[in-house]
């Protein structure tokens, strides 16, 4: 078995599925569902024995070490976490304590669990670290994109706890032999996003005649990444990446935020147009993110050299599906934005006001 956590969010549920789909392997699956995590993402497991579910919390040593001594995984793949920039600025007390006491709990059970394995299954044993573009800072529109050996540069609450909880993995496979791999990918978008996001938060505004909230100048750069793709290199480097090693992940898909929000109004202007009018009317200028990144660019060639992987999608074939499988789960929507949600909105909008 393999053990992951945070599978009910976006990613990690994207991954649990492909994985269950493809691979004969259980995986138990440990998420705090905090307002990101959602089981009816994961409704068509139930009833899979492959697929063990367990509502714990990555800073609870006990459940860790309870849940490594019964199912014996031989990697663990860790995707829990804090995500969203926004939430980060306005309260980052939860980022510090998922993303870096969290990590660093979870780290502490590996080990101990590592240690006490036989002598091959400690060789075969691997820990994915699934972390994220942002710990490199932001570019300026000459620079050459993110390599492995880019400089930790964090600017946002989260993107510091991100770069703090790699550093954690860093050591422990420096100084304990833990056989860590982290993974550095830019911005996700698919199926399951939580609409928090800008890609789905654009298409269910747009679809409930709402504004679509342009920060700034809308001329930031994203480099976007279908979550199958992202999926599919993180089975990569869980097969074949070197221990101690971390891989760069991008789609080589860079689009200003302002085109990205066209192209998503002109979709769905032909898939279900509106009566009047294109949804482009609703577009919204509004104030900038506190310490807002221009740039993401991320060079993945490493990845492609060493490990032999590539994306399947295009990002306009990626985006076409994306809008139409929100379309066809407007039900997966509404069941996830509950209250809580649009407190967050109404939070988040007024600040911008
Ligand atoms: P998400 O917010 O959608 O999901 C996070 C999941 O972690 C949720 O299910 C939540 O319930 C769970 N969780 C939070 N705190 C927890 C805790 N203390 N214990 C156990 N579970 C907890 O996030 P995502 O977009 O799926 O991102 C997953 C990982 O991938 C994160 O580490 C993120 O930094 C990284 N990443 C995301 C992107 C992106 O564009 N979304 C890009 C690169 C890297
Ligand atoms: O680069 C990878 C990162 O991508 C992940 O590590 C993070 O977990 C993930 O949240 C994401 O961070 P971003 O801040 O880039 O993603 P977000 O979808 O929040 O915003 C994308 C861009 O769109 C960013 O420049 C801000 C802008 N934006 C966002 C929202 C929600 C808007 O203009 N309007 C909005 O309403």
Not at 149 to 164: D, E, M, Q
């Amino acid at each position: 078995m393999i053990l992951v956590t945070g599978g009910a969010g976006f990613i990690g549920a994207n991954f649990v599925l492909d994985w269950l789909d493809g691979v004969d392997e259980g995986v138990i699956n440990v998420d705090k569902l905090t307002y990101a995590g959602n089981l009816g993402t994961l409704k068509s497991l139930h009833g899979d024995p492959s697929h063990i579910f367990v509502r714990g919390d990555i800073c609870d040593r006990s459940t860790l070490d309870l849940l490594l001594a019964r199912h014996q995984p031989r990697a663990i793949v860790h995707f829990a976490a804090e995500s969203h920039v926004d939430r980060s600025i306005h309260g980052p007390s939860d980022f510090v304590q998922t993303n870096i006491v969290g990590t660093f709990t979870l780290l502490e059970a590996a080990r101990f669990y590592w240690n006490a394995l036989p002598a091959d299954e400690r060789d075969a044993f691997r820990f994915v670290n699934v972390s994220t573009d942002e710990v490199f800072g932001s570019l300026e529109q000459s620079d050459a994109p993110f390599s492995e050996t880019s400089l930790y540069t964090p600017n946002s609450p989260f993107s510091a706890t991100k770069a703090s909880s790699d550093h954690l993995v860093r050591a422990w496979h420096h100084t304990y032999g833990l056989p860590t791999l982290t993974t550095h990918c830019s911005n996700n978008y698919g199926p399951y996003q939580f609409p928090e996001k800008l890609i789905p938060l654009m298409i269910i505004n747009a679809l409930a005649n709402r504004q679509l909230p342009v920060y700034g100048d809308g001329q930031h750069v994203r480099d976007w990444l279908y979550v199958g793709d992202h999926c599919s290199a993180i089975r990569k480097v869980l097969a074949k990446g070197r221990p101690g090693e971390s891989y760069n992940i991008g789609g080589c898909n860079e689009v200003k935020n302002i085109e990205v929000v066209h192209m998503l109004c002109d979709l769905l202007d032909d898939i279900r147009p509106k009566r009047k009018g294109s949804y482009r009317d609703q577009v919204t200028w509004v104030t900038e993110r506190l310490g807002h990144d221009r740039r993401y660019a991320i060079d993945a060639r490493k990845l492609g050299r060493e490990l032999g992987w590539k994306p399947d999608e295009t990002f306009e074939s990626g985006l076409e599906k994306t809008v139409k499988w929100y379309l066809e789960h407007e039900q997966w929507a509404d069941e996830t934005t509950s209250d809580e949600f649009q407190d967050w909105l109404q939070i988040n909008c007024q600040k911008r006001a």
